[in-house]
């Protein structure tokens, strides 16, 4: 199956049920994680089409020509800046919910460019993290919005 | 130096680009994968497998049931369970069979044609329930289990255990004011973000198993153990871990990969679902807990009674240590002359209870901080002031016996009390009432073997070797950290590897908010023992005595007051070359504190003789209360913890905020619910609610407060735990501060807070 992924044609040997976030798994493209795989926990978050997507909630073969960025594909110059603001302020525990928090921040940034504090709570509503409380995902964040203004 | 400051995670921008290797991101030629039987029943007899007719389907490697089992049972405690259910089931979701075939497909087919005949018998599904005469037994054989330590037996008890010191019959007649009540805690999920998960392979006669789990030691261990294998010829790897919190030691699925890659020769991945991760790993221990408690007029604490009961579920787990830990919690931080507290640990029907941050403690800091305030009220003064009053000072001794040099429970308070008296009031809300509530708490920081290797490297470089698994706590770095600083060197000079049972010197487990106290002493103590033999090279190239010498930052070694210095690359080079051979050192060692006083104190079965070193801390939470819908929202918290010393703040900061966020969690949404025929009925993120951000306040402050402690070179605590701890008794404190009612059950819903507040007037 061809699917658009970071800007690139990919041929990913994905069956016919599987859901993007296996076929994306499967390429080798194991950054998106799965987390829970019913569309609450935001770790396979991915952008279809420049839109936030649950990868595990959408069939590979419904894709199309639509074009899919993971987070191996904002990754592709080392850090963006918004991988930065995460390491630098020390928002990243274990790591597992990491690039779906990645994909939703760098979605905002995208749409936004310097956020306020519950607007950035709100983007980052549908990702759960365990281990950091949120606070410093979110003040990354803040400090990213706080440097554009 | 590197003590102190918080340089990013080492691992931070793998985990940010996905680059970082979590189990499942792992994959090997011809892998094989796995699909799981799991038992309908609560309880019941197995009487006969059919596996023909999944063995015949196409694709299948392997079949493995209770019938391939003869050995002995598994278990760190009780050895009462095996990787598959054998004889019995006892409870929903237990694994009964495991198939292994060429796709996950084909594995699930064969795993639904795997028969299993039952006879279901009937299920004890509470504490009550297991209690009540002539109820069903869950281990019929139980007397004849392998055991580490007495205590139960009689019925569904696994373990008993009581602490009592003073006279506390007497005392409560001598108090003008007493409280009573009894407090419910539900089983909560570890949720870890990654589900458990293993990948085995089998290389020259030897089973390597890539595993998430909190101590490649112990999953060494258990598998050696379950597929009857000498631990030389199994191996265990932890690659990322994503999340742990006392839910991944060592998973009976570790085991079961193990024995189906012995079987097939072939590498066998398995990771649970989320579901299966719900129904068949471990929960935190519901509670059910009566406590008492009095004081005389001007509020000095007399006595303090309590009865602790734990759901142990279907096997012990470590059902002993978690009793004894919340019955050793109950006294509070506090000076309370007359205590006494007694349990018991129930098998019931359901899921395993295990280790889960706080251990034990979440439980009875509930209780005995809902007490604290309750009694405030009864006393009618200010119950800030009734803790600072009773609480704890350097030189006390804990519940037990066991002396407290080092202490900052007031500080903490003050510290929190403070900060929130000093921050611009929240503009109130319509509808809504405002509350503020204080919980004060204890933990310990310790136990356990632990060991650390360091070695010179040609360049001058350091390879740091640990057996402490980083399961997202920040270990890895913090390690590093300690090391680097010893020998002033940049962090960078400094590795640090994955754990392997191979290589890695051993490690009891991380947990018990041990690592930074216990691997970090082992660390620090090699580090400078390497530095003294770097001396005695330095001080024969330099001519002088090595008492002269000093470390200088980024990696030699001079003489005080003169210039003259030798780079490390030159200490090594010459260590390998020409002298002495290879500049190694290692330390190990076994928790050494001091130890319970049973002249002080009577106890029963205790399940260990030392446990760690005290901590303190004090949270201070603001809620507001929804009086139409009882529900509740956390505002603004604050959170003071005693690091000892900080070696990474940032790293700190991340424990405490996350901990008590995991405390919101315990506190107002997440339990585990069984339904009458013993199933799960949570067992997705949907049915079981942990907190998300908008769930969380935006404002958590954390004070970190830095009391050394003088057994660790540079003074650390652990502080992975307590941030948990004071969540859920701050909450309740909170909210009946805003509406006078109390509700006395974990999680407080909407509906139980709705309860108390009508049930007030």
Not at chain 2, 79 to 85: F, G, N
């Amino acid at each position: 199956m061809l699917l658009n992924v970071n800007g690139e044609e990919r041929d990913l040997a994905a069956t016919p049920a599987a859901t993007l976030l296996e076929a994306l798994r499967a390429g080798g493209l194991t950054g998106s994680k799965r987390g829970c795989n019913h569309g609450v926990c935001g770790a396979c978050t991915v952008l279809l089409d420049g839109k936030l997507a649950r990868s595990c909630l959408a069939l590979a073969v419904d894709v199309g020509e639509r074009p899919v960025v993971t987070v191996e594909g904002v990754s592709e110059s080392g850090l963006s800046e918004v991988q930065k603001a995460l390491v630098e302020t020390g928002a990243i525990q274990c790591g597992f919910c990491t690039p779906g928090f990645v994909m939703a921040l760098t979605e905002l940034f995208l749409r936004r460019a310097a956020p306020a504090r519950d607007e950035i709570r709100a983007a980052l509503s549908g990702n759960l993290c365990r281990c950091s409380g949120y606070v410093k995902i979110v003040e990354a964040a803040e400090k990213l919005a706080g440097g554009k203004r | 130096m590197s003590i102190g400051t918080s340089p990013p995670r080492l691992d931070a921008g793998d985990k940010a680009t996905g680059r970082a290797q979590f189990v499942d991101d792992l994959q090997r030629p011809g892998m094989l994968h796995v699909a799981l039987v799991t038992s309908p029943h609560a309880h019941a007899r197995i009487l006969k497998y059919d596996v023909q007719g999944a063995l015949s389907i196409k694709g299948v490697k392997a079949v493995l049931t209770g019938a391939d089992l003869k050995g002995p049972r598994y278990g760190g405690i009780v050895k009462d369970e095996s990787m598959v259910a054998y004889g019995k089931v006892r409870y929903v979701g237990e694994i009964v069979a495991a198939v292994t075939a060429t796709d996950p497909q084909t594995a699930a087919r064969a795993a639904a044609a795997i028969e299993v005949d039952y006879e279901p018998l009937p299920a004890v599904l509470s504490i009550v329930e297991a209690l009540a005469a002539g109820a069903p037994v869950l281990h019929e054989e139980f007397a004849s289990y392998v055991k580490t330590v007495k205590g139960g037996g009689g019925g569904n008890v696994l373990f008993e255990s009581s602490v009592e010191e003073g006279d506390v019959e007497r005392a409560f007649r001598e108090c003008d004011v007493v409280v009573e009540g009894t407090y419910e805690t539900p089983a909560q999920h570890h949720m870890y973000m990654e589900p458990n998960g293993c990948l085995a392979e089998v290389e020259g006669g030897r089973i390597t198993v890539y595993a998430t789990t909190q101590s490649v030691h112990q999953a060494q261990q258990r598998i050696a153990e379950e597929i009857d294998e000498p631990m030389a010829r199994v191996r265990v790897i932890s690659p990322k871990v994503g999340g742990g919190f006392g839910g991944k030691h060592a998973s009976n699925i570790l085991s079961i990969a193990a024995w189906l890659a012995r079987a097939t020769r072939r590498p066998v991945k398995l990771v649970l679902s989320r579901t299966q991760d719900f129904e068949v790993q471990r929960s935190r221990h519901p509670a059910r807990i009566w406590m008492k408690t009095g004081a005389r007029k001007d509020g000095t604490i007399l006595a303090r009674d309590a009865r602790i009961d734990i759901d142990g579920g279907a096997y012990c787990d470590e059902s002993p240590p978690v009793l004894a830990f919340a019955i050793l919690m109950s006294r509070g931080p506090y000076r309370i002359p007359n205590a006494r507290a007694r349990g018991q640990a129930l098998y019931t029907n359901k899921l395993r209870a295990g280790s889960f941050r706080g251990f034990g403690n979440p439980q009875a800091s509930y209780a005995g901080e809902s007490q604290i305030d309750e009694l405030a009220a009864k006393l009618g003064m200010d119950p800030v002031a009734l803790r600072l009053k009773n609480a704890m000072r350097p030189g006390d001794t804990a519940f037990g016996g066991q002396p407290v040099p080092s202490c900052v429970q007031q500080q903490a308070l003050e510290r929190v009390r403070d900060a929130q008296l000093a921050a611009p009031a929240l503009a109130p809300r319509p509808g809504r009432r405002r509350g503020v509530g204080f919980s004060a708490m204890s933990h310990v920081s310790g136990l356990m073997g632990t060991a650390a290797n360091v070695q010179l490297r040609t360049d001058g470089s350091v390879a740091l070797s640990t057996g402490c698994v980083d399961i997202g706590q920040g270990s890895d770095t913090i390690l590093v950290q300690i090391c680097a600083d010893a020998l002033g060197l940049p962090i960078e000079k400094v590795s640090t590897s994955p754990q392997d049972s191979d290589h890695s010197p051993y490690n009891w487990k991380t947990a018990g908010s041990r690592s930074t106290y216990m691997t970090g002493r082992a660390v620090a103590v090699a580090t400078i023992e390497m530095r003294d033999r770097m001396f005695d090279h330095a001080a024969e190239m330099l001519e002088c005595a090595a008492a002269d010498l000093e470390i200088r930052p980024g990696g030699s070694i001079g003489i005080k007051g003169l210039p003259k210095a030798v780079g490390f690359k030159e200490i090594a080079m010459r260590s390998l070359f020409q002298a002495g051979g290879p500049i190694t050192a290692s330390h190990g060692f076994v928790f050494d504190g001091p130890r319970f006083d049973p002249k002080r104190a009577s106890i029963h079965q205790l399940a260990f003789a030392n446990l760690g070193i005290y901590t303190f801390g004090a949270h201070c939470v603001e809620v507001d209360v929804d009086e139409g819908t009882g529900q509740v929202e956390v505002r603004r918290a604050w959170c003071a913890h005693d690091a000892g010393r900080a070696i990474n703040p940032v790293s700190c900061e991340g424990q405490i905020q996350g901990g008590f966020v995991q405390g919101i969690g315990y506190a107002l949404t997440e339990a585990m619910k069984w339904n009458a025929e013993g199933w799960l009925t949570t067992v997705t993120l949907a049915d079981y609610k942990i907190p998300g951000v908008l769930d969380t306040p935006p404002e958590i402050h954390s004070i970190i407060l830095e009391d050394p402690d003088p057994t660790h070179p540079v003074g650390a605590k652990g502080i992975g735990e307590p941030s948990l701890v004071g969540a859920a008794p701050a909450i309740a404190n909170a909210i009946a501060n805003a509406t006078g009612a109390r509700a006395c059950i974990l999680p407080m819903t909407p509906e139980r807070v709705l309860e108390a507040i009508e049930a007030r007037a």
